[in-house]
């Protein structure tokens, strides 16, 4: 009588660190998850959003969420700093985008 043979997976080396999250990329997401942790963040990732093509100025957000300029403004360069959005000047006016690597991510917690 043949017994099937299964074979068993082969356990890791004993020195072999464990896959997961590496720690600057965790740092990173921390780093993010604080500086989302903002109901006026939120609400100016939703207005950017919300855009035609995805990009505001302070100006247009500011009408959007009724802050005072330097108020959106200290918030915008916590997120640029912190890598959720990122800044392109055209002009004299400087628009704002989210970062193409998280928009999905941000489109969950505004929508």
Known sequence: ???????????????EAPRGLQREHAALVA???????????LQLLSGILGAAD????????TDAVGLRQPTV????????????VEREPIGREVWYSIHPD??????????
């Open 1 to 15: 009588m043949a017994m099937s043979a299964q074979r068993k997976p082969e356990p890791s080396a004993p020195n």
């Open 31 to 41: 780093r993010s998850l604080r500086v989302l942790a903002n109901a006026t963040r």
């Open 54 to 61: 995805g990009r505001a100025t302070v100006r247009t957000l």
């Open 73 to 84: 403004s200290q918030h915008l360069h916590l997120m640029l700093e912190s890598g959720v």
């Open 102 to 111: 998280l928009i999905d991510t941000v489109t969950d917690l505004v929508t």
